[in-house]
C-alpha cells in the first residue's frame, strides 16, 4: 500500500496482512490444542514446532506491521533512518544456516527446500540492502520491496539469488501474505488470492460445524441423553466434509500431485507470457 505524501510515496504494510497474520495464529493454536488432547509422546514436540512457527508467521510479521518506507528523491527512509541512494552498494542474499548445501547439485541445493524448512522457524530475513558497512532487512512479505529496489537503482530479476528464489519458491507464502509479489504480477495474484480466500472460508465453516456437533454430543452425552448424542454427528459428518474437500484439493500434502495452492506462484505464469513459452 503506497501513499503520498509531498514528494515521497510512502509504503506500508496492508490491512488484510495483519488479519492474515491474526488467522494464521488462530489456526495453529487450534493446531496445537488438538495435538495436546492427543495425549502422546508425540504431542509435546509436535506443539513447540507449532509454536515456534507461530512465531516466525505470525508474530514476527505482526511485530513489524508498523514499518513504513518513504520513497524520497534522494534515498529511502526505513522507519525513522535516512539512506542515501549515493551510499547503496546491492543486495546480499539469501542468507542462512543452509547456504552450505548449495555447493551440492541435486538435490539440497533447491531454493523450494528452503522456502519448506530453513526459513519458517526463523523471524531474520534472507536478503539485506547494503549501505555503506550496515546490512538493512528487506522483507520480501512488504508491499512495494520490488519499488524500493528500483527506486534505489536495482531491478530484483537482475539480481540472480533474488530472482531464482522468488520463481522457485511455491506454496501458501504467497497466499496468506508471508511473500508479497513484484507489481507486474499483482493482478494474477489477486485473483489467486480470491479463491484461496474461498477455500479458507468453507474449511473455517467445516471446522466450526465439526466443533460445534462434537461439542453437542459431549454435552447431551453430560446430561444422559441417549438419541441427542447422536444428532450431534450430523454437523461434524458435514463440517468433516467441507474440511476435508477443499483440503485436499487446494492442498492435497503428500498424495501425489500437489493441489494448486501448495504448487502456486504468481511470477511462473508471468514468466512464461514473457517468454513465450506455453502451459
Given amino acids: 500500500m503506497a501513499v503520498s505524501e509531498g514528494d515521497a510515496a510512502v509504503l ?14 488462530a489456526a495453529l493454536s487450534f493446531a496445537a490444542v488438538f495435538a495436546l ?45 535516512f539512506y542515501p541512494k549515493e551510499r547503496f552498494a546491492g543486495l546480499e542474499g539469501p542468507l542462512g544456516p543452509w ?6 547439485p541435486g538435490v539440497w541445493s533447491s531454493y523450494r527446500f528452503r522456502l519448506r524448512l530453513g526459513w519458517r522457524f526463523r523471524t531474520d530475513p534472507l536478503f539485506h540492502l547494503l549501505f555503506g558497512e550496515e546490512r538493512v532487512p528487506l522483507w520480501l512479505d512488504f508491499p512495494g520491496w520490488d ?7 536495482l531491478d530484483w530479476r537482475k539480481y540472480p539469488g533474488l530472482r531464482r528464489y522468488l520463481h522457485t519458491a511455491r506454496g501458501l507464502a504467497w497466499l496468506n501474505g508471508l511473500l508479497y509479489p513484484p507489481v507486474e504480477a499483482e493482478g494474477p495474484w489477486q485473483e489467486a488470492r480470491v479463491r484461496y480466500r474461498r477455500v479458507c472460508a468453507w474449511m473455517w465453516a467445516g471446522a466450526g460445524l465439526g466443533v460445534s456437533g462434537f461439542a453437542f454430543s459431549l454435552f447431551a452425552l453430560f446430561l444422559g441423553a441417549n438419541v ?7 454437523p461434524l459428518a458435514l463440517g468433516l466434509v467441507l474440511l476435508a474437500y477443499p483440503f485436499l484439493t487446494a492442498f492435497n500434502f503428500g498424495r501425489g500431485r500437489p493441489g494448486w495452492a ?18
Fill in 99 to 104: 547456504t552450505r548445501w548449495e555447493v551440492w
Fill in 262 to 279: 501448495v504448487a502456486y506462484n504468481p511470477l511462473v505464469p508471468l514468466e512464461a507470457s514473457l517468454t513465450g513459452e506455453k502451459g
Fill in 147 to 153: 519499488r524500493m529496489l528500483a527506486h534505489l537503482g
Fill in 12 to 25: 506500508g504494510y496492508q490491512p488484510w496482512q495483519r488479519r492474515a497474520a491474526y488467522e494464521r495464529f
Fill in 228 to 234: 441427542w448424542p447422536v444428532v450431534g454427528l450430523a
Fill in 37 to 81: 488432547f492427543g495425549g502422546n509422546l508425540l504431542s509435546l514436540p509436535l506443539v513447540v514446532l507449532l509454536g515456534l512457527y507461530a512465531y516466525a508467521t505470525s508474530l514476527g510479521p505482526l511485530l513489524r506491521f508498523g514499518l513504513r518506507v518513504s520513497l524520497e528523491p534522494g534515498g529511502v527512509r526505513i522507519g525513522e533512518r
